[in-house]
């Protein structure tokens, strides 16, 4: 596998292990249910096969959060418009008004940088990587509360006050990781633009 290759690839993985797989492997330790089931594989596949069957519950819990991210972030970015966090961050960006449009167009930015500049393919990959991360995090933490809530959970979020410091703090860490990405972005695209 030649240098190009692997610099293409690692982003992706480092996407995968940080945007999909940590939050997962959180929110399924956090459910107890869950926890247990997966637990009592550990004397039918033992201790690499427990390891390795958390791993794939993370991942595919991961990958539920990340659908749920979708109607999240339309809720958050309908607040805190993109265009407006653009401006808070000094990014030169037009982005549409419509939270998907501006979505959509930022990608659309990062796949064009990612096939004509490898470095800032790579760093917008794991700064989008960290971004997703902080989403995931707001989104598992939003289905632990309604677990708990439901009574699906044998322990409680009991410290109300300390769910909503967490949810409050997740929610700036969403807003300020995705203005890093788009602060970012706008400075590659300069970039870009002034060496063609």
Request: proline fraction near 3%.
């Amino acid at each position: 596998m030649d240098t190009e290759s692997v610099s293409k690839v690692v982003p992706e993985i480092y996407y995968d292990l940080i945007a999909r797989l940590m939050p997962g492997i959180a929110l399924v330790l956090c459910l107890d249910s869950l926890r247990n089931f997966l637990l009592s594989w550990s004397d039918k596949v033992g201790r690499t096969g427990t390891f390795f069957v958390f791993l794939m519950a993370g991942y595919l819990m991961g990958l539920m959060l990340s659908a749920l991210a979708l109607p999240v972030n339309f809720v958050i970015w309908s607040f805190f418009k993109p265009r407006l966090l653009c401006k808070l961050v000094g990014a030169t960006l037009d982005l549409p008004s419509s939270p998907i449009q501006a979505f959509a167009k930022s990608y659309q930015l990062i796949d064009h940088l990612k096939r004509t500049d490898a470095v800032a393919g790579a760093v917008l990959t794991k700064m989008e990587a960290t971004a997703t991360l902080a989403d995931h995090l707001l989104c598992g933490l939003i289905v632990l509360a309604v677990v708990c809530k439901l009574g699906l959970q044998s322990t409680t979020l009991v410290h109300t006050k300390l769910v909503l410091t967490l949810f409050v703090c997740l929610l700036v860490v969403v807003v300020l990781r995705r203005g890093a990405l788009l602060a970012r972005l706008s400075g590659f695209i300069e970039i870009s633009k002034a060496k063609a």
